[in-house]
């Protein structure tokens, strides 16, 4: 089982539709990203949070840590917000400043 | 603001060929990052790199060395490609924020091994 699991792993949606993107993970984490990759471009990072909430226009990105479950919603999609998306932690108690990833979330959103 | 900067972004090498991957990243960060990404898998960490001078192995080392030239530069060599190793390769170096890692990706390589 991945630490870092994401779902769905393929979504379509209509412009306009309200979208949730879910991430759940299994280890003790100091933070959760969540990352942007449009197709054949490089990888951009949406959030970090640590609890709670952030906006940022029409994203939302929440967590529950007891839960261990993050989601990130997108309002008003547009053709646009078509890309992977993309979770990952940054797990307490390493050495390192490393991330574990999740398998991503690819989004296509249709006119 | 350059970032970090990722060279070549395509390259196609026949199968027992070697290149060097490079990268450079502009914002004085000690730990660098190579990371590959498959279809279906999440990104993979080739070799890490936690401060200059040092480097050390991820998930998937096997087929390539590092080499962490100054705190700049972050390079990954494959000295002998084979067709396991077509992928998109990504750089990234990251800075503690916080308490927490922020992290900073490059464009990414485009490899193919034929």
């Known amino acids: 089982k991945n630490e870092v699991e994401q779902s769905p792993q393929n979504l379509t949606a209509q412009e306009g539709e309200f979208i949730t993107i879910n991430c759940s993970y299994s280890v003790g984490i100091s933070a959760l990203h969540w990352l942007q990759q449009h197709p054949g471009g490089g990888i951009v990072s949406l959030f970090m949070l640590s609890s709670g909430k952030k906006k940022h226009g029409r994203l939302i990105a929440t967590i529950n840590i007891q839960e261990k479950h993050s989601s990130l919603h997108i309002t008003a999609s547009h053709p646009r917000d078509s890309a992977v998306y993309i979770c990952a932690v940054s797990q307490t108690g390493g050495a390192t400043n490393k991330l574990i990833f999740g398998t991503g979330t690819l989004l296509a959103v249709q006119p | 603001n350059a970032g970090v900067t990722q060279t070549p972004k395509f390259q196609v090498l026949k199968t027992g060929q070697s290149m060097t991957l490079q990268c450079a990243q502009d914002m004085n960060h000690n730990s660098m990052y190579w990371y590959r990404q498959d279809p279906g898998m999440g990104l993979r960490l080739i070799y890490y790199s936690a401060s200059e001078g040092t480097t050390d192995k991820g998930e998937v080392p096997n087929g390539y060395n590092v080499s962490r030239l100054n705190k700049r530069e972050f390079s990954l060599r494959l000295e002998s490609a084979a067709p396991s190793q077509t992928s998109v390769y990504f750089c990234?170096?990251?800075?503690?924020?916080?308490?927490?890692?922020?992290?900073?990706f490059g464009q990414g390589t485009r490899l193919t091994v034929v």
């Open positions: 990234a170096s990251s800075t503690r924020t916080g308490g927490y890692t922020e992290a900073f």
